[in-house]
């Protein structure tokens, strides 16, 4: 597709039950990135990928959050055991990163969310 | 480490009038910055961005913004309110390289008919 794409969109996990968010980046961007959005906030990093290798995780809030982009594709954020506080907009945003600083600064396209309620 | 602070959590404009949504930052090297616009159900969409070119930057749908680096300001601004502009919007700071985005808690623009 164009764009970015997330699924599902939407997701109801009961406490204690683990869930996985998947991220379609758009074609041949190397860069992928996974934000969180609490209600009534700005998104939050959560973790980086260049290609298949995650260059930085600090975001991720515990260790119940796992990302991985095995194939440099395609994107999975899996959440382990979830609690009420993981309810949130989940994003995830690509790019093309080329030209990463020389002043050609790589845009992120953003998907358009999987909502998790946690319940 | 970079943050960014958007002054008003709502601001609310009659249609035809002045938006201007504000945006201060900070960072310990030069920053990139960007407006984002978010309807409703949908992802962010980028409306400008500043990347150390022309300090005033014109985006899509009318809006503007400059960067002033004495006032560690990036202020959204658009001449005349429409109705369709009625969204948030996301301030958000990054470095060079582009590995993240920190964004602000947003503000969300309310436009009266």
């Known amino acids: 597709g164009a764009g970015v794409s997330q699924s599902p969109r939407y997701k109801v996990a009961k406490r204690g039950q683990d869930v996985a968010l998947r991220c379609d980046p758009i074609s041949g961007h190397v860069s992928l990135f996974w934000y969180q959005q609490a209600l009534g906030q700005g998104p939050e990093f959560l973790t980086y990928?260049?290609?298949?290798?995650?260059?930085?995780k600090s975001g991720l809030p515990s260790d119940r959050f796992f990302a991985e982009r095995p194939e440099g594709s395609v994107s999975t954020l899996k959440i382990q055991r979830t609690q009420q506080e993981d309810s949130a907009v989940y994003l995830c945003a690509s790019s093309l990163a080329e030209g990463a600083g020389l002043g050609i600064y790589p845009e992120a396209f953003f998907g358009q969310g999987t909502r998790l309620t946690v319940v | 480490a970079q943050s960014v602070t958007q002054l008003g959590s709502h601001v609310s404009v009659s249609e035809g009038a002045l938006v201007l949504l504000r945006c201060n930052y900070s960072s310990s090297v030069p920053p990139y910055l960007f407006w984002y616009v978010q309807y409703p159900n949908q992802g962010l969409q980028l409306l400008l961005k500043y990347t150390s070119a022309a300090t005033l930057v014109k985006g899509i749908n009318g809006f503007e913004a400059e960067f002033k680096k004495s006032e560690t300001s990036f202020h959204l601004t658009k001449p005349s309110a429409h109705m369709s502009d009625a969204a948030e919007y996301f301030c958000?700071?990054?470095?060079?390289?582009?590995?993240?985005?920190?964004f602000g808690a947003g503000t969300i623009l309310r436009v009266k008919s």
């Open positions: 958000a700071v990054s470095d060079p390289y582009g590995n993240k985005l920190v």
């Open positions: 990928f260049q290609n298949e290798a995650q260059l930085d």
